[in-house]
C-alpha cells in the first residue's frame, strides 16, 4: 500500500526546494483565519452575535489563559500568541477535509511546525530583547551561574524542537492512521477516526499556544 | 518524508507576516470592542452600586422622616386627647354648676313658697281662730278689736316660731 500522506509536490525556487502543497495549504488555512477574524471586526456590535460572538468568546477564553501564563502585560504578546492558535487550529483541520490529498494539513511537514516554532522563539527573544534590554538577555543566558550557559543554550534549542515535533509527529500519525483506516475499513471507521482528530487538532493549537505564552512570560 | 528545506524560510516569514496583517486589521478591532466593552460594563456595576447606595440613603431618609411623622401625629393625637378632656371637664364643671345653681333656686323658691304658704296658714288660722272665738264668747268685737288680736296671735306664732 502507497501512503500519500507526508509525500510532497517539491519544486525548486532560488536554488532551495519548496514543498509547495504545504505552501498552499499554508496561504490557505491564513486566508481562511483573516476571513474569519476580519469578519468578526465588521459587526463591532456591543452585543455580539454570529462569528463575532464566537471569535470574541475563543479570544476571550485565550487570554484569560495568557494572563494567567504570561502576566498582567500579556497583551503586549496576545498577537503573536492568537496568530499562533488561531493558524495551528486552521491548519491541523484542514487535513481533515475529503479532497483526495488536496489539503494536507500543512501542520503534518516538520518545516511548517519548525518554522512555527523558531518564529516563535524569535519573537520570545525579540521581546526579551524589547522589553528588558540586550543586557538582560544576554545576562540571563548565565543565570544562575555562568557555567549554566550551556544548559540554558541546549534548552532555548530544544524548545522549538520539542514545539515542532509534538505538534508535527500528532498531525502526522493522525493524517495517516487516517489514510490506512480508510484504505482497510472505508465504511464508519475514518468517521470516527476524524471526529477524534477534530480534538487532537484543537488540543494540540492549544498546546502549542500555551507552551509559547509560558516561554514569553520572561520577555514580558 | 522529513526533509527540511526552503519551505523552513518561507514558513517563518509567512507566520511574521500573518502576524503582522492579522494584528493591524483584525486583533485591534476586536481588542478596542472587548475593552470598550469590559469598561462599560465596569461602569454599568460602579453607577449600580451608586444608584444601590443612594437607594439605601433614600430610603433611611425617608424612614426617619416617616418615624419623626409618626411622633409627631402621635403628639398631635395626645394633645387632642387632653385638649378634650380638659374641655369634657370644663362642660361637666359647668353643667354641675349650672345644676347647683337651678338647685339652689329651686330651693330658695320652695322655701319662699313654703314661707308664703305658711303665713297664708297663720292669716286663715288666725281669722278662723277669732271667728270661732268670736262666736264661743259672743261678744261684739270691732275690727279694730279683731285686727288687734288677730296680729297678736301671729305674733304669738313668730314668737314661738323663733322660739323653737
Given at each position: ?12 525556487l ?23 477574524v ?19 468568546m ?113 498531525i ?9 483506516l ?10 470516527v ?19 509559547v ?8 | ?53 443612594d ?52 330651693t ?10 305658711l ?43 323663733a322660739?323653737?
Amino acid at each position: 500500500m502507497h501512503l500519500h500522506t507526508g509525500t510532497h509536490v517539491v519544486s525548486m525556487l532560488f536554488g532551495m526546494s519548496v514543498n509547495w502543497d504545504t505552501i498552499f495549504t499554508t496561504w490557505l488555512s491564513a486566508l481562511i483565519v483573516f476571513l474569519i477574524v476580519f469578519a468578526a471586526t465588521r459587526g463591532r456590535a456591543m452585543v455580539p452575535s454570529g462569528v463575532q460572538n464566537v471569535v470574541e468568546m475563543v479570544f476571550e477564553f485565550l487570554f484569560g489563559q495568557f494572563r494567567a501564563n504570561v502576566g498582567k502585560n500579556y497583551r503586549k504578546v496576545s498577537t503573536v500568541l492568537l496568530t499562533l492558535f488561531m493558524f495551528i487550529l486552521t491548519a491541523n483541520q484542514i487535513g481533515l477535509l475529503p479532497t483526495e490529498h488536496l489539503t494536507a494539513s500543512p501542520t503534518n511537514d516538520l518545516n511548517t511546525t519548525l518554522g512555527l516554532a523558531i518564529a516563535s522563539s524569535l519573537l520570545i527573544h525579540f521581546y526579551y530583547i524589547k522589553n528588558k534590554g540586550f543586557g538582560h538577555w544576554i545576562k540571563h543566558f548565565f543565570q544562575p551561574i555562568a557555567p549554566f550557559v550551556f544548559l540554558n543554550l541546549i534548552e532555548e534549542i530544544s524548545k522549538p524542537i520539542t514545539l515542532a515535533m509534538r505538534l508535527f509527529g500528532n498531525i502526522l500519525a493522525g493524517e495517516i492512521l487516517l489514510e490506512v483506516l480508510n484504505n482497510l475499513a472505508p465504511w464508519l471507521v475514518p468517521i470516527v477516526w476524524i471526529a477524534f482528530s477534530l480534538f487532537v487538532g484543537v488540543i494540540q493549537a492549544y498546546i502549542f499556544t500555551t507552551l509559547v505564552s509560558v516561554y514569553m512570560k520572561e520577555s514580558v | 518524508m522529513v526533509e527540511l528545506n526552503g519551505t523552513l524560510l518561507i514558513q517563518i516569514l509567512n507566520f511574521i507576516i500573518l502576524c503582522a496583517i492579522l494584528g493591524h486589521y483584525c486583533y485591534k478591532p476586536i481588542i478596542k470592542i472587548l475593552d470598550e466593552r469590559a469598561n462599560r460594563i465596569k461602569n454599568d456595576l460602579d453607577s449600580a452600586a451608586k444608584s444601590r447606595d443612594d437607594a439605601a440613603k433614600l430610603k433611611e431618609s425617608y424612614e426617619a422622616q416617616l418615624s419623626e411623622a409618626q411622633v409627631k401625629a402621635n403628639e398631635i393625637v395626645s394633645k387632642a386627647v387632653k385638649e378634650a378632656e380638659v374641655q369634657a371637664q370644663a362642660q361637666i364643671q359647668a353643667a354641675h354648676e349650672a345644676i347647683e345653681k337651678e338647685k339652689e333656686a329651686a330651693t330658695k323658691q320652695i322655701e319662699r313658697e313654703r314661707k308664703d304658704a305658711l303665713d297664708d296658714l297663720k292669716s286663715q288660722f288666725a281669722a278662723i281662730s277669732c271667728d270661732i272665738a268670736a262666736k264661743i264668747i259672743s261678744t261684739n268685737m270691732t275690727p279694730d278689736i279683731n285686727d288687734r288680736l288677730i296680729n297678736e296671735s301671729i305674733a304669738k306664732l313668730d314668737a314661738q316660731k323663733a322660739g323653737k
